[in-house]
């Protein structure tokens, strides 16, 4: 499976921008971008996904680098209900890899 | 509210007792999921289920038994438990398996701790 790389850590102050990266150098052409986060005594809880181009939902936006060997999610006007860990995951459209892995994720604090 | 309802919150089981989880979801789902969440680990996939048929098991002990009697529920049956075992079990759902462009939604967990 392909893997991604997060800082295991990241701290930001409260209503400002936050650009959270992931590394996924080894990404195959089938594998969509995932980004989940889970607040502090809850199951993840889904964020935003795309294969090739910038997404925007409500949440976030997520850039996805020209080559995809990277991305970023960005949390356009964090608030202290972001303060969670944020994880990054590549899913295979191809059938029989929906494995949906997790690794260490990123471990957001908000500063009030 | 994610649709994905997981019962009992809680959980305190003997080592010798038996006991069951229960992942309910209607999501119009075809896949399901079971994870396990150790305090300071990652989330470790243990089993998965597309239309009922169980397509992964991540090399999980016998001692945990998942049911998926229908795309709706599944079931994590548990017995003769280590402390170790003691963790967050997570459900989840998403579209059938071979659709990488959908989320998963997951369930609040059961936090069992095994005396």
């Known amino acids: 499976d392909a893997k991604t790389t997060q800082p295991n850590s990241m701290e930001s102050n409260e209503e400002e921008p936050v650009h959270l990266p992931c590394n996924h150098s080894?990404?195959?052409?089938?594998?969509?971008i995932h980004w989940y986060r889970q607040l502090p005594s809850q199951g993840p809880e889904y964020v935003i996904h795309?294969?090739?181009s910038n997404v925007n939902n409500r949440m976030a936006s997520l850039a996805i680098a020209e080559d995809r060997k990277s991305s970023t999610l960005i949390l356009h006007r964090a608030t202290l209900r972001d303060a969670a860990v944020y994880y990054c995951?590549?899913?295979?459209?191809?059938?029989?890899?929906?494995?949906?892995?997790f690794g260490t994720g990123t471990r957001l604090t908000i500063i009030p | 509210e994610t649709g994905v309802t997981q019962t009992p919150r809680h959980l305190v089981m003997g080592m010798t007792n038996k006991k069951s989880l229960k992942c309910e979801q209607h999501?119009?789902?075809?896949?399901m999921y079971w994870y396990k969440q150790s305090a300071k680990k990652p989330l470790e996939l243990m089993f998965v289920?597309?239309?009922?048929?169980?397509?992964e098991n991540n090399s999980v002990p016998s001692r945990f038994s998942p049911e998926c009697p229908n795309s709706s529920h599944l079931f994590l049956h548990l017995h003769t438990l280590q402390p170790e075992d003691s963790a967050l079990y997570l459900c989840?759902?998403?579209?059938?398996?071979?659709?990488?462009?959908?989320?998963?939604?997951f369930g609040q967990g059961t936090r069992l701790t095994v005396v």
């Open positions: 080894t990404i195959s052409g089938t594998d969509y």
């Open positions: 289920y597309n239309f009922k048929e169980q397509t």
């Open positions: 795309g294969l090739t």
């Open positions: 989840a759902s998403s579209q059938e398996i071979g659709t990488g462009n959908t989320e998963a939604f």
């Open positions: 999501l119009g789902h075809n896949a």
């Open positions: 995951i590549l899913r295979d459209l191809g059938f029989g890899n929906e494995k949906l892995t």
